[in-house]
């Protein structure tokens, strides 16, 4: 699977653990609260983010994260720049801070300016939207990630995988204006690429998000069709299945998930 496809929601999970802290007397639920106060309490902003995730981060990480920063503002090649703001996502990755790691990737994809940086940009913004329950937070990932992602298609425009990770963000994340903007992306683009196993898969996880477990399995059935390299689609047909109450094709697919 090529780096453009390290966006794609459907293995966003996996590939994201190779990409490119917390000492807190605080209940984490107080911190939370006090965390989503702050963010409303002013612009929303991959800075806002930094410097509260950095506050929050214990001494050993903070010291990896101001030693990464250091070499950055002393670093002078393009090259050297981009290899440790790589390292620098990785890092926040790990912390677990996915709106600081997508930060630090979307300024690789603004020096990058390439269509698969944006997609990790993207993918890892969307993590970041998965992960989070706290309203601010998942809107300020849902929006970023929207950009990343346009700034991809709009630079490769003949990989449908793009417009795939686009229509799965706003299935996350609707627009109060358009709740169905995703399924009808989704539904514009088979009709498109009706060869196409991502469209396919993206069609069949909406279908187990809303219960629709017969059309889940007709449409990753038809994923698997075209493309049985995707580690993803088996795991994905043992949730459709087990849904649907046939457990012996849910256990059977749950072995080949197992597998991959």
């Known amino acids: 699977m090529n780096k453009a496809q390290i966006g ?14 917390g000492f807190d007397t605080k209940p984490s639920k107080h911190k939370a609260i006090e965390k989503t106060r702050s963010l409303q ?19 050993d990480r903070a010291a990896k994260v101001a030693e990464l920063q250091q070499t950055l503002e002393k670093s ?22 996915m709106p600081v790691a997508g ?10 300016n390439a269509d698969s940086s944006w997609s990790v940009a993207g993918g890892t913004y969307f993590n970041g939207l998965m992960a989070s329950q706290d ?33 799965l963000v706003w299935a996350e994340n609707p627009p109060p204006d358009n709740p169905m903007k995703a399924v009808l992306m989704l539904r514009d683009l088979e009709t498109k690429h009706p060869e196409s196993p991502s469209v396919y898969n993206a ?14 399995i007709e449409r990753l059935e038809k994923s698997w069709s075209l ?21 012996n094709k849910a256990t059977e697919w749950a072995d080949r998930c197992k597998d991959r």
């Open 76 to 97: 002078v090649s393009y090259q050297e720049k981009i290899q440790i703001l790589k390292k620098l996502s990785g890092l926040w990755y790990d912390f677990g801070e």
């Open 203 to 216: 069609l069949g996880r909406l279908a187990i998000k809303t219960g629709q477990w017969e059309k889940a």
């Open 135 to 167: 309203p601010v937070i998942r809107q300020f990932c849902a929006g970023r990630a929207v950009k990343a992602f346009e700034s991809a298609a709009s630079l490769a425009p003949e990989k449908v995988e793009h417009r795939v990770n686009l229509a």
């Open 227 to 247: 493309d049985q390299k995707n580690p993803n689609t088996p795991c994905l047909l043992a949730r459709a299945y087990d849904g649907a109450g046939n457990q």
């Open 41 to 59: 309490g002013e612009s929303t902003s991959f800075q806002t983010l930094l410097e509260d995730a950095t506050a929050h981060l214990s001494p």
């Open 8 to 21: 794609t929601i459907i293995v966003a999970v996996i590939l994201f653990s190779g990409l490119y802290f």
């Open 103 to 112: 930060g630090f990737a979307e300024q690789v994809a603004e020096l990058e």
